[in-house]
């Protein structure tokens, strides 16, 4: 058996252009070449293959063999790999970026971030997205390390010079429990009471706001550095604590949680800010998502608290009640 040869590109492309046309004629019309050259190509590919690839005599119009039902899958991914490195290459020459790093707060409710990353993925499909979800300081930190060039993130308790901050409003949090929690069966909630049960919290992985508590009233605490896993524990009864109002929609409609009636947690917020290092020249895909987020986010943040937050956050004033970002309550 001969040993099959590598086909070029070109024999490739000619080949799919008869598949998608339904003849060797009509794809010399897409390709702007004469019929006999197409029907040398595929006899060179055929040849160099050891395959033949069409049933020219079945039909008026060519139809694939088994062997050329076979071998299509891997031809169409040939030439989509090659188009899509010349698309990349023409990016790059032109200065965009081939990847973008985004990390993006935990508390920052999907919506707002998946309608940007989908546009983004629609205008700069040649660029690929690495996407980080941290919360509290460890979201600004990834941007201040370098790992990710823009970020959406919580609150820092000091001014940091390297970065370049946008604040964007608060997101609501609101203080929730299972039906069967004590709290739950407590019409006005005490911060007597609330100080009796265990509250998860959302713990910082980062040394920005590592040790100082955001909106943390209770004598014990968990501390969860996952918020999946805190919202896990509510619906368990394990606790009561604060979480993003957008977040928890659902299971208050539900009955899966409870809104508690605390006293003193009234429009508690947590502040939002996009971010990126000053020193370091985002590319046009970065400005571009990261103008994009922001906007979004604006847009959003009615739905999320009426109190937009314009101080900074280590003095915040009513009516936002929590106290500076570390720990997440």
Known sequence: ????????????QIFLAIV??????AAARRLGRATSVISYAIANLEAQLG??????????????????????????S???????LLAKARGLGAGLEAEVALVVDVMLPASSFVAAVEAFQTEFPTVSLRLYVEGLGAATQLVLDGSADIGITGPVSHHVDELEVRQLGAIRLVPVAAPHHPLAQIEKVTLAAARKHIQLVLADRSELTRGQDFGVIALRSWRLADLGAKHALLLAGIGWGSMPEAMVDDDLAAGRLKRLGLDAWDNVAYPLQAVHRSDRALGP????????????CRRAEAKWTPVRVTQTPQKPKPPLRARRSGNGG
């Open 285 to 296: 895909a970065a400005r571009w998502l990261l103008e994009r987020l922001t906007g979004n």
């Open 1 to 12: 058996m001969m040993e099959p040869k590598q086909p070029t590109l070109d024999q490739l």
């Open 51 to 76: 395959l033949e690839l069409f049933d020219r005599g079945a039909a008026r119009t060519p139809q694939l063999t088994e062997a050329g039902r076979a071998v299509l899958a891997d031809a169409r």
């Open 78 to 84: 040939i030439a989509l790999g090659v188009g899509e």
């Open 20 to 25: 998608e046309t339904g003849s060797f004629a």
